[in-house]
């Protein structure tokens, strides 16, 4: 915070732009019965300017995994290794289809309450996003949820650090810093 200049970041006209430019599979097409949500750098587009990224992530509930496999696998599509705790699939387009399994208390809320994109595709909402982006701790997670945190109002705002407290209290302080980070790059200069 103490390098951090009002005014230095992107323009402002950039910084309040949503956009869908870059096309996403329409994986609804695919998925009918699993209950998913997409979140990763696709789900950013909601709420910050779009970034460019290869893979589309997808957070399902553990036990429904299976269902959604056999899905996949009815399509005719064929899953790869994936790393970390994901499971990974190559869809028809090209596309990595990143499967995200969790048991985790707040899943069931996101997933049964998902934001809409432009084009229909469910999205995770704001609050469960940030929650992620924080457990995961890295470098481009962390700028998602400053660029993030930087253009929502205080409403918005409340609602993500009540996440925060409930399921990750530890990382309260770090929004905190994301948070004024992100109001700093939308500052102009006096």
């Not at 509930?61 to 994936?82: H, M, R, V």
């Not at 995770?124 to 930087?150: C, E, F, H, N």
């Not at 409340?158 to 925060?164: D, H, R």
């Amino acid at each position: 915070m103490k390098r951090v200049q009002l005014g230095t970041g992107s323009g402002l006209d950039f910084l309040n732009k949503r956009t869908w430019t870059y096309p996403v599979t329409n994986i609804k097409a695919i998925i009918i019965q699993t209950p998913f949500a997409i979140v990763g750098g696709i789900a950013t587009r909601l709420y910050m300017p779009e970034r460019m990224t290869l893979d589309l992530d997808i957070l399902v509930l553990t036990q429904d995994a299976q269902s959604l496999y056999a899905e996949l696998e009815k399509t005719g599509i064929n899953q790869e290794t994936g790393i970390n705790q994901e499971t990974r699939f190559l869809l028809p387009d090209g596309t990595s289809l990143d499967v995200l399994e969790s048991n985790a208390d707040w899943v069931s809320a996101a997933l049964a309450n998902p934001n809409i994109a432009p084009n229909g595709l469910p999205i995770i909402p704001l609050p469960y996003l940030v929650l992620m982006k924080l457990r995961s701790a890295r470098t481009q997670d962390l700028s998602d949820v400053s660029r993030m945190m930087g253009g929502v109002n205080p409403d918005e705002i409340t609602q993500v650090k009540q996440a925060i407290c409930q399921y990750l209290p530890g990382a309260l302080e770090d929004l905190e810093s994301l948070i004024i980070l992100g109001q700093l790059e939308r500052r102009t200069p006096n």
